[in-house]
């Protein structure tokens, strides 16, 4: 059961069966200490579903990203199935429905766009919730809301996973489309957590997700390059979908992208430098592979 404190909208979940012969509960908001009642016993089934009860998809090429994603998730007692590649993700949900799918936009085998437009036409998967991941971690680079999302429901930049996550599920599941930036406090059914420990917790979570992005794990040089690459090209895609298709369609998709390409480079070329000859290709091959699959969703 979702609750609202009236005073600063901070939302927060009651375990509903604990209170399960309670009518009328006194509550204290964790965020703001304000003390407030709500009458339970005609808000219980009208609500969200258990938030434990969800069945949740997170679908990224990071193994080590997925499992600081399922420790947030696991915080407000929600579970979830992981994947690290498009089809399998398509497959695990063929097998079984989740309410929401956390996508990232560039998942190997499949980018956003394909992976949302293949859910949307799959019978049995027009009702999942689909939210975004964007992938570049760069709090200043991108601060502007995506436009569209190819179809999907919500999106999350990286670095705010910890804080935002399970609030913006939340949104999800009320029925919110694209649900806004602006995030929630959430303290998982009077839990006792202190806001001082949640705070904790979100900051940890964030120092992991950046040093994720420093560490060099077990890939080659040329494999960092390429998925790097993928990962520009895939958050370029996701800013500015209008633009890209209306470049793709008429043939002028790296005339009419050039800033944004020039951008990406840039950010390739920071990480890669041109001294290391053919990886700095890697990053125009991104953007031809990218152009030549929105081609076979945009024109007939």
């Known amino acids: 059961m979702i609750i609202t404190c009236p005073a600063c909208s901070a939302r927060f979940?009651?375990?509903?069966?604990?209170?399960?012969?309670?009518?009328?509960?006194?509550?204290?908001?964790?965020r703001c200490q304000k003390v407030f009642q709500v009458d339970i016993s005609t808000r219980r089934n009208t609500d969200t579903p258990d938030l434990s009860l969800l069945r949740i998809l997170v679908a990224h090429g990071d193994p080590q990203l997925c499992a600081t994603i399922r420790e947030v998730l696991n915080r407000s007692e929600m579970a979830?199935?992981?994947?690290?590649?498009?089809?399998?993700a398509l497959s695990l949900m063929e097998q079984e429905a989740p309410h929401i799918v956390v996508l990232d936009v560039a998942l190997p085998?499949?980018?956003?766009?394909?992976?949302?437009?293949k859910i949307r036409r799959r019978p049995g998967l027009e009702h999942v919730k689909v939210l975004l991941v964007s992938s570049v971690y760069n709090k200043t680079a991108?601060?502007?809301?995506?436009?569209?999302?190819?179809?999907?429901?919500?999106?999350?930049?990286?670095?705010?996973?910890?804080?935002?996550?399970?609030?913006?599920?939340?949104?999800?599941?009320a029925g919110e489309r694209h649900p806004s930036s602006s995030s929630a406090t959430e303290v998982a059914g009077s839990d006792r957590k202190s806001p001082s420990v949640a705070a904790s917790f979100v900051e940890r979570m964030k120092d992991r997700i950046h040093d994720l992005e420093e560490q060099e794990g077990g890939e080659t040089e040329s494999e960092k390059a390429r998925r790097f690459a993928r990962?520009?090209?895939a958050?370029?895609?996701?800013?500015?979908?209008?633009k890209v298709d209306a470049g793709v369609v008429n043939g002028n998709f790296f005339e009419a992208m050039a800033p944004e390409i020039a951008e990406?480079?840039?950010?390739?070329?920071?990480?890669?430098?041109?001294?290391a000859g053919q990886q700095?290709?890697?990053?125009?091959q991104a953007l031809s592979d990218f152009v030549a699959s929105r081609e076979k969703e945009l024109l007939p």
Do not use: W
Request: aromatic share 12%; hydrophobic share 40%.
């Open 13 to 30: 979940r009651l375990a509903e069966n604990r209170y399960i012969d309670k009518k009328r509960l006194t509550l204290r908001c964790a």
């Open 80 to 88: 979830c199935r992981v994947c690290s590649d498009g089809d399998q």
């Open 109 to 117: 085998g499949l980018y956003a766009f394909e992976a949302v437009e």
């Open 142 to 173: 991108y601060k502007r809301t995506p436009v569209s999302l190819y179809g999907a429901d919500g999106y999350i930049e990286k670095h705010h996973i910890p804080g935002d996550l399970v609030f913006k599920i939340s949104q999800l599941l």
């Open 231 to 233: 990962i520009i090209v």
């Open 235 to 242: 958050d370029i895609a996701l800013y500015s979908q209008p």
């Open 264 to 275: 990406g480079r840039r950010l390739f070329e920071e990480r890669f430098s041109s001294a």
């Open 280 to 284: 700095v290709e890697f990053f125009q």
